[in-house]
Every structure is written in structure tokens, then in C-alpha cells.
């Protein structure tokens, strides 16, 4: 009898045995707090309101249109899409000034999607945060939208949405909300330039409070001022803020 074989088999057998015993204590129950979804809390009857500010590039650059409104997002009812997933439904409305009656916007949704976080805004569907997430960590969060789409700004269609590349960029991002500072987790969607177009945009998440601000700056130019800044060259596009006053 080959006793070297035996051996060898049974030390294999051995140090198999020894490696499912291992998997089974590193396979615990994994605290989903751990996840971070309180980044990004969805419930009926929960609500933010935001300070929106922008500016507009009109008349190739010949005029610069600066608004101020107030947005109020409400989580509404929740229902089933056609896969049996559980989507909410999000009213927004609006205001010109903080004095006046809140006027219905638009209804978009949002959804927790497995370990992401989905949200259709003017039924495009993107991807805000994967979960768990971690410093450095990247992902197509436009995975479900044409990137060629055109979209109105001012007096010009503009492509607003190539060469986004989402990543986490600070976990303890400081942020300044409601008069103090509070850490953050800070997402780059795109920062993205060339000498005719510069795409940038950025947003910050509190914990237990959700979207706290977002920046925006979508600028297209021809080129013929390359050594001028942005705020003069750009001939059109838009800036545009958000910044959190109030959540319920």
C-alpha cells in the first residue's frame, strides 16, 4: 500500500476541512448599518429643501441669466416597478422666494437597488452611490442613460453628461451645514476638461441627512479665447447649486 499517498491525500483532506472551517467563522451576519444607506435615507414622508442658484450662459456667451429659487423634495408612496422591486415616488415643487406657496414641479423616483442607490430625474436613470463604498471607490453612474443625450440650456442644447466617471472622493469631507461644520461624504460625478468644454460636478451626503449640496459648472466653448478664464470664455452652458436649508 502507497502509505506516501494516503498521507497526501488525508493532508489535503485536512487542510480542506481546515479551510471550510475558516470560511465558516469569517461567514458572519454583516451589520447592513455598516453599509452606509443612512447616506442616503429613503422613506415615505420624508422631505429636504434646497436653495437652488444658477446661472445661465446665453446669446453665445453675451449674457449671463442669474436665478435663485427653492425646491422641496417629498419621498411619497412606494410601489412595485415590473421586476417586483420597491421604487418611492419623489414630488417636487418649487418657489421664487421663501415667502411664497410651494407650486408642483415634477415627480421623479428614487430606489435602494441591491447595494445601489438609483434615482430617475427627468426619466434618466442614474446610479448616486454604491454601497458599501470606500474612499477611491469608482462606477458608471450613467450606466442607463445615452451619454449623446442633448439638453436645453438657455438658448442652446448642450451634452452635458459625457466622460462622467463617479467616484468617491472623500468619506470625512467638511462641510458647512446649517452654520456649522459637519463631515461629509463627497462624491466627483465628473471633472472632466478640454479646450472646448469643461464639465464639473460634485456632491456631498450627510449622514442621517442625505443630498447637502450639489455643484454643477457644464461650460462649452470654440475656442477662440483658449487663454481666457471659464467665467469669460464660455459661450454657453450653466453653474448651478444646491444647497440643503431644511429636511424632515
Same mark, same amino acid.
Given at each position: 500500500?502507497?502509505?506516501?499517498?494516503?498521507?497526501?491525500?488525508?493532508l489535503f $483532506?485536512?487542510i480542506?476541512?481546515?479551510?471550510l472551517?475558516s470560511?465558516?467563522?469569517?461567514?458572519?451576519?454583516?451589520?447592513?448599518?455598516?453599509?452606509?444607506?443612512?447616506?442616503?435615507?429613503? #422613506?415615505?414622508?420624508k422631505?429636504?429643501?434646497?436653495?437652488?442658484d444658477?446661472v445661465?450662459i446665453?446669446?453665445?456667451?453675451l449674457?449671463?441669466?442669474?436665478?435663485?429659487? @427653492?425646491?422641496?423634495?417629498e419621498?411619497?408612496? +412606494?410601489?412595485k416597478? $415590473?421586476?417586483?422591486?420597491?421604487?418611492?415616488?419623489? @414630488?417636487?415643487s418649487f418657489?421664487?422666494?421663501?415667502?411664497? #406657496?410651494?407650486?408642483?414641479?415634477?415627480t421623479?423616483t428614487? /430606489?435602494i437597488? /441591491?447595494n445601489?442607490a438609483?434615482?430617475?430625474?427627468? %426619466?434618466?436613470?442614474?446610479i448616486?452611490?454604491i454601497?458599501p463604498?470606500?474612499?477611491?471607490?469608482r462606477?458608471?453612474? %450613467?450606466?442607463?442613460?445615452?451619454?449623446?443625450?442633448r439638453?436645453?440650456?438657455g438658448?442652446?442644447?448642450?451634452?452635458?453628461?459625457?466622460n462622467?466617471?463617479? +467616484?468617491?472622493?472623500n468619506?470625512? $469631507?467638511?462641510?458647512?451645514?446649517?452654520?456649522q461644520?459637519?463631515k461629509?461624504?463627497?462624491?466627483?460625478?465628473?471633472?472632466?476638461?478640454?479646450?472646448?468644454?469643461?464639465r464639473?460636478?460634485?456632491?456631498f451626503?450627510?449622514?442621517?441627512v442625505?443630498?447637502?449640496?450639489k455643484?454643477?459648472?457644464i461650460?462649452?466653448?470654440?475656442n477662440?479665447?483658449?487663454?481666457?478664464?471659464?467665467?469669460?470664455?464660455a /459661450?454657453?452652458?450653466?453653474?448651478?447649486t444646491?444647497t440643503?436649508i431644511?429636511?424632515?
Amino acid at each position: 500500500m502507497n502509505y506516501k499517498y494516503l498521507f497526501g491525500v488525508f493532508l489535503f $483532506a485536512c487542510i480542506g476541512l481546515g479551510l471550510l472551517q475558516s470560511c465558516s467563522k469569517v461567514t458572519e451576519e454583516i451589520d447592513p448599518g455598516s453599509f452606509g444607506y443612512d447616506y442616503f435615507p429613503v #422613506a415615505t414622508g420624508k422631505s429636504w429643501t434646497y436653495m437652488s442658484d444658477s446661472v445661465i450662459i446665453r446669446s453665445s456667451g453675451l449674457r449671463r441669466d442669474t436665478l435663485r429659487s @427653492f425646491i422641496r423634495e417629498e419621498i411619497g408612496e +412606494r410601489y412595485k416597478d $415590473a421586476e417586483g422591486k420597491d421604487v418611492y415616488k419623489v @414630488f417636487r415643487s418649487f418657489r421664487k422666494k421663501d415667502t411664497d #406657496a410651494w407650486q408642483s414641479l415634477n415627480t421623479w423616483t428614487v /430606489q435602494i437597488d /441591491q447595494n445601489r442607490a438609483i434615482r430617475t430625474e427627468e %426619466n434618466l436613470k442614474f446610479i448616486k452611490l454604491i454601497f458599501p463604498f470606500s474612499k477611491g471607490m469608482r462606477w458608471d453612474g %450613467n450606466a442607463f442613460i445615452d451619454t449623446d443625450i442633448r439638453v436645453q440650456a438657455g438658448d442652446e442644447n448642450i451634452q452635458p453628461y459625457k466622460n462622467w466617471k463617479y +467616484r468617491i472622493e472623500n468619506t470625512e $469631507a467638511e462641510i458647512t451645514f446649517k452654520g456649522q461644520k459637519t463631515k461629509a461624504l463627497k462624491v466627483n460625478l465628473v471633472s472632466d476638461t478640454s479646450i472646448i468644454d469643461l464639465r464639473n460636478v460634485t456632491e456631498f451626503y450627510g449622514k442621517g441627512v442625505g443630498l447637502i449640496r450639489k455643484e454643477m459648472t457644464i461650460f462649452d466653448t470654440d475656442n477662440s479665447k483658449p487663454t481666457a478664464p471659464w467665467s469669460v470664455k464660455a /459661450q454657453k452652458g450653466f453653474t448651478h447649486t444646491l444647497t440643503l436649508i431644511d429636511f424632515k
